[in-house]
């Protein structure tokens, strides 16, 4: 195995329900309402949300949005259990580390700076124009870490993810259980490993 490639939120950091406190909050400070439940979106760009949840108000939302998120980054913020220890025991066997999150890019640095987590790509969803589950981002990645998808895992916490990974041609997937809700049967049947936490993939590659 020469790479890895990561979800960001509920992946290595517990920032998938910031997320959608976030939201929330967000819909509470516009008056805007919306029977849509966010945890099934998680996972998906920020503009794409949006504009589920607020239709031609979207850009609107999705400013608040980011403003309250990084507030949230601030005092709620960590990295995921284990994920610490895989990353440091991935760069002792020379595996080099992607992150492809649908965040954008100020979300996400802020993110990875909180945790402290040493990786050598970050594909945000401000580098693609199709957001997962399109395989867009992983793609890029693949390519800035000049590895073929045989080559490398792929992790994540949504069915999104997997799909993503799937569709770049990865074969060895893993979708890392974190409350976001996905389809058990769709991920299996695209041969993802399903774990509790990042500590089962840690014992995996020692």
Not at 20 to 26: M, N, V
Not at 89 to 118: D, M
Not at 131 to 155: C, D, H
Not at 183 to 201: H, P, Q, R
Request: with cysteine.
């Amino acid at each position: 195995m020469k790479g890895a490639i990561f979800d960001l939120d509920g992946t290595i950091a517990n920032t998938a329900f910031l997320h959608k406190k976030a939201w929330e909050l967000a819909l509470k400070e516009l008056g805007i309402s919306t029977n849509v439940k966010i945890e099934y979106l998680l996972g998906r760009k920020t503009s794409e949300i949006a504009k589920i949840l607020a239709n031609d108000r979207w850009e609107e939302l999705m400013n608040v949005k980011n403003r309250i998120y990084l507030r949230l980054v601030d005092s709620e913020a960590e990295a995921t259990e284990c994920s610490k220890e895989l990353f440091k025991e991935l760069k002792s066997k020379n595996v080099k580390i992607a992150i492809v999150t649908s965040s954008n890019r100020i979300s996400a640095t802020k993110v990875l700076n909180k945790i402290g987590l040493n990786y050598d790509v970050l594909i945000s969803g401000d580098d693609v124009k199709l957001g997962k589950p399109n395989p867009e981002g992983v793609l890029k990645a693949l390519n800035e870490l000049k590895v073929e998808p045989t080559e490398v895992m792929g992790i994540g916490d949504t069915d999104v993810d997997v799909t993503a990974y799937y569709n770049a041609g990865i074969k060895k997937i893993f979708l890392v259980e974190s409350g976001v809700p996905y389809d058990k049967e769709k991920v299996l049947m695209m041969g993802a490993v399903i774990t509790k936490s990042l500590c089962d993939l840690l014992q995996l590659i020692y």
